[in-house]
């Protein structure tokens, strides 16, 4: 039996049944579904290949800048790895007790309905989600040309073709095969530790020889600033984001009462460590000044203590960049999957390639989008815009989880965190709202904005339904069509 025999068409879509009217199946016997492929060392790959980024390599210099000293910038370091890991706690409850892919969007629907929800997934289909991938990907495609331009300036064009590659081998791997994406992920994820372990043992090995000239008056206060305390906090809760995106994938994860909570501990507890380990390495041969001065801080320090090696630096950071994109498509597909299979979306976006048990349409859907930002849009603009969304959205995630205590006190909660770790990390990010309305109200304001335009989208979309005879006719027509060609169904239950 072909695949495309395999397709027929049943209530203006297509199934995917046999010539008996038995369902289809794989050479495995499988039905067509995602299957629980992601185990604890996966699951701990997706978030810690998602937080670290090109940040750590480039400028960890946001926090250092705004708290003064060498002292207060480990002390925010670790302040914002706590803080983190309070949120991330409260999102393994969230993803114990709620055992739905999706991340934010799923949450926002428990707790305040359906209008909430949709407004979250408007403002990150639109923007928020094409924007941080074109950026991360832009970062990639400079890296993975810097070696071989070397000392030259690389062409902007060269750096949007290189940039517009690295997205479209991340969309075909994702499209490809979950096992292999998964796969990947891991050697990329060792790959950043391995980065960052080339400049965690140097600088520990210039730390124990005695190379503590940098850290004497560490503390000195004259410099520090209580009004920029909490900008250093912005920049240090931004280098740590990334730790909810395994709560995107839950269906998916094998055994998720315990792999979900220690996955997160184990990847939080690494990522604080590494961090402030770098930070303390960089600070064995560079003064306060001179990491502030720095174009690329890890390029700087290996030019200080490796010498030549330094040409393999941007290379490691190409690879760490494309790590987050692997890991932000994978967990982001899984939500507009879910969107759909919620009616919030089209219909096809919540199906599965019958031969791959990949969500193919739900992968491609960024796609356009982000071609179109990379090429056309203003990227940095958006992100400004957008920053304080995260947090804010966040926050009401983190809110519902405090309202669900006391709306649902039946809900099972294999894994229930104390109180106050919801109720602390619910203020910083709610803090952190208002500081970017009193940084930066332009650009808060036009970002809140484009947000709210998802409230008459919902009610155009989702409320009023009742769509005329003919559009219904042309919607379920290309539906079909893209079913066929995409050669996608129904994921069976």
């Known amino acids: ?21 038995r369902k289809v199946q794989d050479e495995d016997n499988r039905k067509v579904g995602l299957g629980k492929k992601v185990t604890l060392l996966r699951g701990i790959s997706i978030i810690i290949g998602t937080i670290i980024g090109a940040g750590i390599f480039i400028s960890p210099k946001g926090i250092l800048k705004h708290s003064g000293s060498i002292g207060m910038s480990l002390v925010v370091w670790i302040a914002c790895g706590v803080l983190s890991l309070f949120g991330a706690l409260s999102y393994a409850e969230l993803g114990t007790c709620i055992k739905k892919s999706g991340g934010h969007y799923t ?17 990150d289909l639109i923007a928020i989600r094409p924007a941080a991938m074109a950026v991360i990907s832009l970062a990639c495609g400079q890296y993975i040309l810097e070696p071989l331009f070397m000392p030259c300036d690389i062409p902007p064009l060269a750096i949007k073709l290189a940039t517009a590659i690295s997205i479209t081998s991340v969309m075909y791997l994702n499209s490809m095969s979950v096992t292999w994406t998964a796969r990947i992920q891991i050697f990329l994820t060792f790959s950043k530790l391995l980065a960052i372990a080339a400049i965690i043992v140097p600088g520990m090995y210039q730390l124990f020889k005695g190379e503590t000239t940098n850290f004497e008056n560490a503390f000195d206060l004259s410099k520090v600033k209580l009004s920029g305390m909490p900008l250093a906090f912005y920049s240090g809760m931004y280098a740590y984001a990334g730790w909810f995106y395994l709560n995107f994938v839950t269906e998916e994860v094998d055994n998720p009462e315990r ?14 460590s590494c961090y402030v380990l770098t930070n303390v390495a960089y600070y064995t ?27 393999a630096v941007p290379v490691f950071v190409a690879l760490s960049c494309y790590g987050s994109m692997n890991g932000c498509l994978f967990a982001l597909s899984r939500m507009f999957y879910v969107a759909s299979r919620e009616g919030q979306l089209p219909e096809v976006l919540s199906m599965i390639h019958i031969r791959r048990h990949t969500p193919l349409p739900a992968v491609i859907i960024l796609y356009p989008m982000t071609m179109l930002q990379l090429f056309v849009g203003d990227i940095y603009s958006l992100l400004n815009f957008m920053s304080f969304l995260r947090w804010l959205f966040i926050g009401v995630v983190v809110l519902g989880l405090i309202y669900l205590r006391y709306t649902k006190p039946d809900l099972p909660r294999p894994f229930k ?30 970002g809140f904005a484009i947000s709210l335009t998802g409230i008459p989208a919902y009610y155009m979309f989702i409320y009023f339904n009742q769509r005329a005879k003919w559009l219904q006719k042309a919607l379920d027509s290309f539906n079909r ?13």
């Open 1 to 21: 039996m072909t695949e495309r025999s395999a397709l027929t068409q049943k209530d203006g879509r297509v199934t995917a049944n046999g010539q008996n009217g």
């Open 107 to 123: 949450y926002i629907m428990e707790a305040f309905g359906p209008q909430m929800a949709f407004i979250r997934l408007w403002a």
């Open 259 to 272: 792999t979900v909570p220690l996955a997160i501990c184990i990847s939080m507890a690494i990522v604080t």
């Open 285 to 311: 041969v560079m003064s306060a000044e001179e990491l502030l001065a720095s174009e690329a801080v890890a390029v700087t320090f290996a030019e200080k203590l490796m010498g030549n090696f330094s040409i």
């Open 417 to 446: 965190v104390p109180l106050f770790i919801p109720v602390v990390f619910c203020l910083t990010c709610f803090f952190m709202v208002f500081l970017s309305l009193y940084s930066d109200p332009v650009n808060t304001g036009i």
């Open 481 to 493: 069509t893209l079913q066929i060609v995409l050669m996608v169904v129904p994921a069976e239950q």
